[in-house]
């Protein structure tokens, strides 16, 4: 699918730029997004790269100057380029307005994590919801119990159209959303029956339940069944005697 600059189907106020940053966790680069004008607001202004700000910058002028900068959260590939592009980061708080937009505070995949949706019904997702495969919940600092909590918040604020911080829009939300959580679920369900038949070591489980992942992101997978193991273990689910 592909994933341009250019305002979102159906709704011409909201304007995407997409950085020069793809890889296997940030697909086709970060989504930088503007909405509204006279004046815009910035979310996730990128990574501190000069061509990308520089389209940025653009399409604020474009659109008649930015009213401020926010963050779905702040790692680097959608923060670092806050500095240099001079527009003012707002702070952001969970239920706080920004002209059309109200913050939605979803942790899971950084413990700072915010979606913001429009009053028609846009959510700006972030890292929450990608715009394809899943996202990756990290243990230091994200939550997978958190995660999946804010997946059910989002579903239930039952949004049109979600923006993505990276890949393509995503026109069947609550599709994509239940998918999430099922894909989840079955990750969790395998995780339960390799440990009820006795299995202990945790390069096994990687390789029994994470067996579809491509080996550049098995590193990456091996984190993620970090976040599982630890929702197991606050869950009481947890064997004691497990290996590498
Ligand atoms: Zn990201």
């Known amino acids: 699918m592909e994933v341009v600059d250019g305002p979102a189907p159906g ?48 399409a604020i002028e474009e659109r008649g100057g930015a009213a401020g900068a926010l963050l779905t959260h702040s790692h680097n590939d959608h923060s670092g380029g806050c500095g240099r592009l001079g527009v003012d980061l707002a702070p952001v708080t969970d239920g706080r307005r920004f002209g059309r937009l109200t913050a939605v505070a979803t942790p899971g995949h950084a413990i700072d994590h915010f979606c913001f949706f429009s009053d028609d019904g846009v959510c700006f997702s972030g890292d929450l919801i990608l715009g394809w495969g899943s996202t990756y919940v990290p ?7 958190a995660y999946i909590d804010s997946l059910r918040l989002v579903e239930s ?13 995503v026109t069947d939300p609550a599709a994509r959303i239940s998918e999430y959580r099922e894909h989840r679920e079955a ?7 390799a440990l009820d038949r006795g299995e202990r070591s945790r390069m096994a489980l990687l390789d029994e339940v994470w067996s579809d992942v491509p080996g550049q992101l098995r590193p990456a997978a091996a984190v993620v ?14 064997p004691p005697d497990l290996g590498e």
């Open 225 to 238: 069944m970090e976040s599982h193991l630890q929702k197991l273990e606050a869950e009481g689910l947890l």
């Open 11 to 58: 709704h011409p106020e909201i304007y995407r730029v997409v950085a020069d940053n793809p890889g296997p966790m940030t697909l086709t680069g970060t989504n930088t997004w503007l909405f509204g004008s006279d004046p815009c607001w910035v979310i996730d202004p990128g990574p501190d790269d000069s061509r990308h700000l520089a389209a940025v910058g653009e």
């Open 157 to 169: 604020l039952g949004p049109d159209l979600i923006c993505p911080g990276h890949g393509p829009f």
């Open 187 to 193: 990750r969790e369900r395998g995780l339960i029956i």
């Open 139 to 145: 243990p230091d600092g994200g939550s997978l119990a």
